[in-house]
């Protein structure tokens, strides 16, 4: 067996609906999160955290040595996009694209002992000021 392959790695990652545009609200937000919830199932991605807040997103994901962070997140966020925009097809107007999320992520490697820190941070998205008003 690889011992790679048992390795446990947690990552925060992050990334914002295209343009920023505030769309993740009421049903939509519901339908982005039980996506994402839904892939991370299907592919065995465990998600410690999740918090989406109008204009972006944010995760706590556990991934084991065979998966790739790209592949993960590919699957994520083209899944929840499709999932959202068939069931909103008007966002595609609001967006003035045919895209729910920006290209790309931003992401970090969360050492063992920060890991409870970064949940709390992502669990209060919701009541933190907002930063880019």
């Not at 998600?47 to 998966?67: K, S």
Request: glycine share 6%; charged share 25%; with cysteine.
């Amino acid at each position: 067996m690889n011992p790679a392959a048992s390795t446990t790695r947690t990552y925060h990652v992050w990334f914002s609906t295209k343009g920023r545009k505030p769309v993740l609200v009421e049903e939509i937000r519901g339908c982005a999160l039980r996506s994402f919830g839904q892939v991370a199932e299907r592919e065995g991605v465990s998600i410690r955290a999740l918090e989406a807040v109008e204009d972006h997103v944010h995760l706590l994901l556990d991934l084991q040595g065979n998966q790739s962070l790209s592949v993960v997140m590919h699957d994520l966020k083209g899944a929840s996009a499709r999932e959202v925009l068939r069931l909103f097809p008007d966002l595609r107007i609001d967006l003035a694209a045919s895209s729910l999320w920006q290209k790309g992520y931003g992401w970090r490697l969360v050492p063992e002992g920060q890991t409870e820190a970064v949940r709390r941070y992502i669990e209060t998205q919701e009541t933190r000021p907002l930063r880019h008003e």
